[in-house]
């Protein structure tokens, strides 16, 4: 097959060329998508960032960014879900309260229900 026969031929070039796997052509291909680079004058494989392992330190810093915004926004929702959570134990207990006076077997079945919801919390 052409895998084959290019490793073939990759290895009796001077300077030698590195040797591929399909896996190496299936990353290769987000090259043919861009249009201007069909249409440059530079040969593009030998940039920096054509490099499968420069490719692979970039992916990989992209991941570390979008992880550290996550963990920003992580932070922020936080609060908000400790917020809900303490607003929601005191709506409960009100709720609770006005109940055991004006209906007080359901005032305490859900205050039992809710006893086992907030050992959860």
């Known amino acids: 097959n052409a895998l084959n026969?290019?490793?073939?031929?990759?290895?009796?070039?001077?300077?030698?060329?590195?040797?591929?796997t399909w896996k190496d052509?299936?990353?290769?291909?987000?090259?043919?998508?861009?249009?201007?680079?069909?249409q440059s004058r530079s040969d593009i494989h030998t940039s920096d960032w054509t490099k499968p392992a420069h490719c692979e330190a970039m992916v990989k810093y992209f991941k570390i960014q979008c992880a550290h915004e996550e963990i920003?926004?992580?932070n922020i929702e936080i609060h908000w879900l400790h917020t809900a959570i303490h607003d929601e134990e005191?709506?409960?207990?009100?709720t609770i309260d006005a109940?055991?006076?004006?209906?007080?077997?359901?005032?305490?079945?859900?205050?039992r229900q809710?006893?086992?919801?907030?050992a959860v919390n």
């Open 5 to 20: 026969w290019y490793n073939t031929q990759a290895t009796a070039l001077v300077p030698l060329r590195p040797q591929l």
């Open 90 to 94: 005191l709506k409960v207990n009100a």
């Open 114 to 118: 809710w006893q086992k919801c907030a």
């Open 25 to 38: 052509i299936v990353e290769y291909s987000f090259l043919g998508e861009f249009d201007l680079l069909c």
């Open 72 to 74: 920003q926004r992580l």
């Open 99 to 111: 109940l055991l006076i004006s209906n007080r077997p359901v005032g305490l079945e859900l205050q």
